[in-house]
């Protein structure tokens, strides 16, 4: 090689050299490529088969090179365990995960002080359940009052302008927060033109239909963005019905969407009011057999009225996994083209449904079995969570972009968690890299997190 050669020749510090990349850029198809990081970006996109130089090459033949996953919809609640959740979303993928939701978003102040180095790139939004307590409202069941609601709207304002990304709204959880409640906050996230609102609809029963379009309203009136969240577990027998609703919002011109992970089972905490009496005539007979305790003194065990009772009284933060759903009905859910994939991963110590460890390569292999595309499959889960988030550095690979990605081998990417064993990894993610820096290869962690906090200014 000639002096002149070797001047240009590329130089990284990190280089994925060969296999098929997404980019994931409007327009673009896979190809053959070798990607060149440095600085925590992508250097360039280069033919498979040009000299380059790095400090660490790793080799990507016969694998799929992408941009890392996006997860809209994650709690991260649970201060006193900083890494399980995190490390579960990245060995399946997940490089940005949004968390607060349901409602259940602690203070976005303290979660930025307590989340000192994440492991991936993280971000919050605030939950009115906890805007509720924050200003001594601790009765779930009962309206707020006109000042209660004006000290809720100045901590929102506070927080977004703070950096949170939204107001993630927890209606079943807090069945006393009335409509003029909640759209009063919507009204102060109606201000920042870049905020979402999430929402955990207030019925999972018949009247989910009537709950979404009580959100429909919610964006029509205050013209907020808005997030469905999990319709999938929350609109069981209905789901069809409300992808026709919110469809017809969408045509309408209003900006709203959904989300689903792809199990048919979903997951709460004991002494949330999901499980409050009534529940086995919402779910049309199936009573507490179906529920299955997956922490506390209970676990791996269905639940008696008894046990349930027991639980709620003694572990209300344990969480019980609700078999109750219609499979064919929630993977139709993943199939709608506007569906985005989301895990809505929880854990309050001990155990966890399977979502927090498999939803993204579960989803994959569904949406393939449904006739998608690998390109339109991984959209679901990286341009589009992105661009629902509004979050201009994910989902995408392209020079420049920051250097979020991940290399998994399509034939052996399958996830393996389980209700029994709900933290089993999945295999085939061969390399994850966050912000440049690897941090997740052969199924072994870098050293220490390597994330960073994204906060919209």
């Known amino acids: 090689m000639t002096a002149e050669d070797r001047s240009k020749m590329v130089r990284a510090e990190l280089l994925i050299r060969g296999g098929t990349f997404f980019g994931m850029k409007d327009g673009s198809s896979p190809k053959p490529a070798s990607v060149a990081i440095s600085g925590g970006r992508i250097l360039s996109i280069l033919p498979p088969d ?16 992408t941009p890392g996953f996006v997860d809209s919809h994650i ?70 009052t006109p000042e209660e609601v004006e000290k809720m709207k100045a901590l ?11 107001l993630s709204l927890g209606l079943e959880y807090a069945p006393g927060a009335t409509y003029d409640e909640i759209k009063a906050l919507a009204g102060v996230v109606a201000a920042f033109d870049d905020r979402l609102i999430t929402v955990h ?78 529940f086995v005539e919402r779910w049309r007979g199936k009573g507490p057999e179906a529920l299955e305790a997956v922490s506390g003194q209970f676990k791996g065990q269905r639940l008696t009225f008894e046990t349930l009772a027991k639980m709620r009284t003694e572990e209300p933060m344990d969480l019980i996994v609700a078999h109750v759903m219609d499979k064919e009905e929630v993977e139709n859910c993943l199939a709608h083209p506007k ?17 927090i460890a498999g939803t993204f390569p579960r989803a994959l292999r569904i949406l393939r079995e449904r006739g998608y595309t690998w390109q339109d499959a991984l959209a679901k889960m990286t341009t589009m969570p992105a661009d629902r988030i509004r979050l201009e550095n994910a989902g995408r690979l392209a020079k420049g972009s920051i250097a979020d990605v991940i290399v998994f081998n399509p034939e052996t990417f399958v996830d ?11 295999t085939g993610l061969e390399l994850v890299v966050v912000g440049g820096k690897v941090t997740l290869r052969d199924g072994k962690f870098s050293p220490e997190p390597v994330g960073d906090f994204y906060e919209r200014k």
């Open 416 to 426: 393996n968690a389980t209700f029994q064993e709900p933290f089993a990894p999945p």
């Open 201 to 278: 609809i207030r019925y999972d029963d018949d009247r989910c239909v009537r709950a979404v379009e009580e959100v429909i309203r919610l964006a029509r009136e205050t013209g907020v963005r808005l997030q469905v969240s999990h319709l999938g577990s929350m609109t069981m027998y209905n789901t069809q019905t409300c992808m026709d609703v919110i469809d017809a919002a969408m045509k309408e011109g209003l900006d709203v969407c959904f989300d689903c992970y792809p199990y048919d089972a979903f997951c709460a905490k004991a002494g949330s009011a999901v499980y409050d009496d009534g």
């Open 156 to 166: 929102l304002r506070e927080s977004l302008a703070g950096g949170a990304m939204g």
């Open 339 to 355: 569906c985005i994939v989301a895990s809505d991963a929880l854990y309050t110590g001990g155990g966890a449904h399977p979502r």
């Open 50 to 65: 040009t000299d380059a130089e790095a400090d660490f090459v790793f080799d990507a033949t016969d694998l799929y090179v």
């Open 75 to 144: 709690h991260d609640e649970y201060y006193a365990d900083p890494d399980t959740v995190q490390q579960a979303l990245i060995r399946q993928g997940v490089t940005t995960a949004v968390a607060g939701h349901c409602g259940s978003g602690p203070n976005f102040f303290k979660s930025r002080a307590e989340r000192t180095k994440p492991w991936l790139h993280l971000s919050y939004m605030v939950g009115n359940c906890m805007l509720r307590e924050e200003i001594g409202h601790k009765d779930r069941y009962t309206p707020a």
